[in-house]
């Protein structure tokens, strides 16, 4: 089992900065993606930026790319996802996840392990 848990979510007016964390603890070597996901209200849950850990390769949503980064770090063997936010944009807010799967696949709807969401608010 693989526990995530996310934390940096907060309010922020447009044009401003946050940045996600997301500890990961349990059996993450199994883990071979990571990836962040949103669900504002009223929408269905939607990929935002995945990272396949062996190579450091990523994928981010046409949505954010440009403003969002995701990276990873594992220093004294914990494992961490961040998820860095510029630019905000009210259309931005929603709750964010964090996610993990054991698939070799980055695939969106491969991600098997969740966080409990932080929420992001971005005022106009």
């Known amino acids: 089992q693989v526990q995530l848990v996310e934390s940096g979510g907060g309010s922020v007016q447009a044009g401003g900065s946050l940045q996600l964390s997301c500890a990961a603890n349990g059996a993450t070597y199994i883990t071979y993606c990571m990836g962040w996901f949103r669900q504002a209200p009223g929408k269905e849950r939607e990929g935002v930026a995945t990272l396949y850990r062996p190579s450091g390769s990523t994928w981010v949503a046409d949505s954010v790319k440009g403003r969002f980064t995701i990276s990873q770090s594992n220093a004294n063997n914990q494992l961490y996802l961040y998820l860095d936010m510029n630019s905000l944009k009210p259309e931005d807010t929603a709750v964010y996840y964090c996610?993990?799967?054991?698939?070799?696949?980055?695939?969106?709807?491969?991600?098997?392990?969740w966080g409990q969401g932080t929420q992001v608010t971005v005022s106009s």
């Open positions: 996610a993990a799967t054991k698939s070799r696949s980055c695939a969106t709807t491969e991600f098997r392990y």
